[in-house]
């Protein structure tokens, strides 16, 4: 994706400037540099040992995973990446072909209209956590199904209580359905709170999706603000 048409997309998003952080000042007309998969390097912030050797835990046993035949097919398992001290987790639906390849989750083109959503709210790709519903990559990035998600979910699960973010993104329908337990469209669980074991929980279309979708797009990024609203509300 050029940076003219990467421009675009931000632009039918409605995004006319770098969202600050509320202590940053706002900069107008801001210039957005593309990212690529090597420019995803994760500086982790400094864990206790105890979380350290948690976290460490949790890996080995997503890497050695063989709880459905997914293992049999993959090339790297898809733990996650970004800070483990994050306020914000996002998670998405399950590995594609790149994210397979390369063993780190958003790494394709959806990937980096992601990070520059992040980037329009005032966030690095570092400073939250991402990862996906399934750990490994569904052959033909067909969607997951029930029995794979259930595989996968107490990984989350564990990811989510050693984070404990602040808020939750959930990116498009698998994450947003398998995670509110509903069939519900994405469409209708998107523009509202939700709840996640306590956790406010705001859906935002996949930006595979929106890709694809111009039309769309405007309301991600209504979504990206309501996530911001929330958080600085309970950041108070």
């Given at each position: 994706?050029?940076?003219?048409?990467?421009?675009?997309?931000?632009?039918?998003?409605?995004?006319?400037?770098?969202m600050p952080r509320v202590s940053a000042p706002v900069v107008a007309n801001?210039?957005?540099?593309?990212?690529?998969?090597?420019?995803?390097?994760?500086?982790?912030?400094?864990?206790?040992?105890?979380?350290?050797?948690?976290?460490?835990?949790?890996?080995?046993?997503?890497?050695?995973?063989?709880?459905?035949?997914?293992?049999?097919?993959?090339?790297?398992?898809?733990?996650?990446?970004?800070?483990?001290?994050?306020?914000?987790?996002?998670?998405?639906?399950?590995?594609?072909?790149?994210?397979?390849?390369?063993?780190?989750?958003?790494?394709?083109?959806?990937?980096?209209?992601?990070?520059?959503?992040?980037?329009?709210?005032?966030?690095?790709?570092?400073?939250?956590?991402?990862?996906?519903?399934?750990?490994?990559?569904?052959?033909?990035?067909?969607?997951?199904?029930?029995?794979?998600?259930?595989?996968?979910?107490?990984?989350?699960?564990?990811?989510?209580?050693?984070?404990?973010?602040?808020?939750?993104?959930?990116?498009?329908?698998?994450?947003?359905?398998?995670?509110?337990?509903?069939?519900?469209?994405?469409?209708?669980?998107?523009?509202?709170?939700?709840?996640?074991?306590?956790?406010?929980?705001?859906?935002?279309?996949?930006?595979?999706?929106?890709?694809?979708?111009?039309?769309?797009?405007?309301?991600?990024?209504?979504?990206?603000?309501?996530?911001?609203?929330?958080?600085?509300?309970?950041?108070?």
């Open positions: 994706m050029d940076n003219s048409t990467r421009l675009q997309y931000l632009e039918a998003m409605g995004i006319d400037v770098w801001p210039t957005f540099e593309l990212t690529s998969a090597s420019d995803y390097a994760v500086r982790e912030p400094e864990l206790s040992n105890l979380s350290s050797s948690a976290w460490a835990e949790l890996e080995s046993e997503v890497t050695a995973c063989t709880k459905c035949d997914l293992c049999q097919t993959r090339t790297h398992t898809v733990f996650g990446t970004g800070s483990k001290t994050a306020d914000w987790m996002v998670i998405g639906e399950a590995p594609g072909q790149h994210e397979d390849e390369q063993g780190k989750p958003f790494v394709g083109k959806a990937g980096q209209l992601l990070t520059e959503m992040l980037r329009a709210v005032g966030l690095e790709r570092d400073e939250v956590f991402i990862t996906n519903i399934l750990k490994c990559r569904p052959p033909g990035n067909r969607d997951p199904k029930p029995e794979e998600a259930d595989s996968c979910s107490g990984y989350l699960r564990r990811q989510r209580e050693l984070i404990k973010p602040k808020i939750i993104l959930a990116v498009g329908r698998i994450s947003a359905q398998t995670l509110l337990k509903t069939d519900v469209p994405v469409g209708k669980l998107r523009g509202k709170v939700h709840d996640l074991d306590g956790i406010p929980l705001v859906v935002v279309y996949h930006p595979a999706y929106l890709l694809r979708s111009l039309l769309e797009k405007r309301k991600a990024w209504q979504d990206l603000q309501l996530a911001l609203q929330t958080i600085n509300t309970i950041k108070g």
